[in-house]
């Protein structure tokens, strides 16, 4: 019997739960050619904001690469646009547990790539000066706040910003400054939190971000890439030698076949039923978020704000349920709807690939942040609730690069791969998808991307199969055989 981290995630389901952000849906949503192309130089799977970094990387670093993006159901439907709208690094908050997982010099590489990521998405969207990207994303800085719910949570976050001001470069130190409970409720109006930390943060409507890079990427390209909507992807295999002049990789859809001289795999929480060798090493999580509206008197920060609310893992005896560890929020600017996700769930209900359901105790307790931790006068309606695959690494950080034969079972080659963003998206996808074009069209990318995250045969063997990252999130518990999850 296989834990739940083991298990076959499956092909994404066909009926999921709709996410506010998909609200109207984007004209692009259901884009596809008529006829699937017989052959292409590079297939991506998955158009979630990762598979389409590593198209705009190679469109733009090849005038002449040909791109087929094949996607299992709608336009970026993935986890990227179900997500909290927080564009954020994690490594401020984590960089106790990177140091203590990958060293002082991986964690410091790790978290400038992270910060770097969040400037390059800014410079993406900007370099469509003429278009209406920035107006209709409304992608912006925010003043980010922590607030720590407990003393436990508080003072680790103490320790972990220690760490960071001591380890980062000077023009990263002091990003964020520590507030005592009763400051936090003076300056932030904030309720029932023993702490909290304030620094840059920022902001954006997901789904509109990357339909409306597609769109403008199809525009410009349209003679070199084909995106392929409704389009799952079954299998990967070799095409027999001597018959590989359309491509050395023969990829089996719901439309046919199609073949490549590469593949990338962007399919992030789902990837291990394509590549069964990575299960148990990247495995689906599942996220709960809603939109809830809290009445006109909430919002005295407005949408300029976004917020987290931190308290240490524990497990009810009782019910066995392990509290979240992390509720989020933003606020929509039109609607001032607080779009806030989190998780209070049994592991085996949080590992799981199905986002047709909610998960029902994280519902229960989502609805119950907001009146604990913010005055208002307003009964609370919750307008929308949803869920969305994540995909998790078992050591805590993506996993980027080509892709080894041990995974595979092919020859190491033309097959790379762009998952594992621990819940964190914006703080990585849009780097890691460059870098994967880079290295596909053989460019080094030693001097910007930390080693830490190459898929190599060390870490396979490492810390992919012993990580202990999200022990406080997922485990260490046990599944009905008693295994460590
Ligand atoms: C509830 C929730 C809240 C979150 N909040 C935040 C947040 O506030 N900030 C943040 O930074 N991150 C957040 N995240 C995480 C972030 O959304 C993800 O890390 C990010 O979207 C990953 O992007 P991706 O393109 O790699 O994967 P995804 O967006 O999951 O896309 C993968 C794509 O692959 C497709 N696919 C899968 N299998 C196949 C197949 N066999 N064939 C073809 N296509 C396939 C899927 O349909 C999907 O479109 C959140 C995630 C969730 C679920």
Not at 102 to 120: Q, R
Not at 254 to 271: D, K, M, Q
Request: glycine share 10%.
């Amino acid at each position: 019997m296989p834990t739940p981290l083991e298990r076959d995630p499956g092909l994404p389901v066909s009926d999921p739960t709709i996410p506010f952000w998909q609200l109207p849906s984007h004209p692009l949503a259901s884009t596809s050619s008529g006829r699937l192309p017989t052959s292409t130089d590079v297939v991506i799977f998955g158009s979630s904001m990762t598979g389409c970094s590593v198209a705009k990387g190679l469109l733009e670093g090849n005038p002449k690469i040909k791109v087929t993006v094949l996607e299992a159901r709608g336009l970026a439907s993935g986890a990227t646009s179900r997500n909290g709208g927080h564009i954020v690094s994690p490594s401020v908050g984590d960089f106790a547990e990177l140091v203590e997982c990958f060293g002082v010099k991986s964690a410091i590489e790790i978290a400038e790539f992270t910060l770097k990521n969040i400037e390059m998405t800014f410079d993406a969207v900007a370099e469509f000066p003429e278009s209406t990207l920035a107006r209709d994303s409304k992608i912006r800085r925010t003043t980010k706040v922590l607030a720590y719910t407990d003393q436990e949570a508080f003072e680790n976050a103490q320790h972990s910003l220690r760490l960071w001001n001591r380890h980062m470069p000077v023009n990263r130190k002091d990003l964020f400054t520590m507030m005592s409970s009763d400051e936090a409720k003076a300056k932030l109006g904030l309720r029932n939190v023993a702490g909290a930390s304030v620094g840059p943060g920022a902001a954006v409507w997901p789904y509109r971000l990357w339909c409306g890079l597609w769109s403008l990427l199809l525009e410009k390209h349209h003679d070199r890439l084909a995106v392929e909507t409704f389009t799952p992807v079954h299998a990967v295999s070799e095409a027999p030698r001597g018959e590989d002049r359309l491509g050395r990789y023969v990829v089996k859809t719901s439309r046919g076949e199609i073949r490549a001289s590469h593949v990338v795999y962007c399919t992030n929480g789902f990837t291990s039923h394509l590549l069964p060798s990575l299960r148990g090493k990247l495995f689906p999580f599942r996220g709960t978020m809603s939109a809830q509206d809290f009445g006109p008197s909430f919002p005295n920060h407005g949408a300029d704000r976004s917020w987290s609310l931190l308290s240490t893992p524990h497990v009810d005896e009782k019910s066995g349920v392990r509290s979240a560890s992390l509720y989020y929020l933003t606020q929509d600017t039109d609607t001032g709807y607080m779009m806030l996700g989190g998780e209070y769930e049994r592991p085996e209900d949080l590992v799981c690939s199905d986002d047709s359901k909610v998960n029902t105790r994280s519902s229960e307790e989502i609805v119950k942040v907001l009146p604990r931790h913010f005055e208002s006068s307003s009964t609370l309606r919750v307008k929308s609730l949803w869920s969305g695959i994540m995909g998790f690494s078992k050591d805590g950080i993506p996993m980027i690069g080509r892709l080894p034969e041990e995974v595979t079972g092919r020859r190491e080659d033309g097959e790379w791969i762009a998952a594992g963003f621990n819940g964190y998206g914006t703080g990585y996808c849009y780097s890691c998808g460059l870098a994967i074009a880079q290295m596909l069209l053989g460019k080094d990318v030693s001097g910007w991307v930390p080693s830490a995250l190459m898929i190599t045969k060390e870490r396979l063997r490492g810390s992919l199969s012993t990580g202990t990252f999200w022990d406080g999130l997922v485990g260490p518990s046990v599944d009905a055989e008693g295994s460590k999850l």
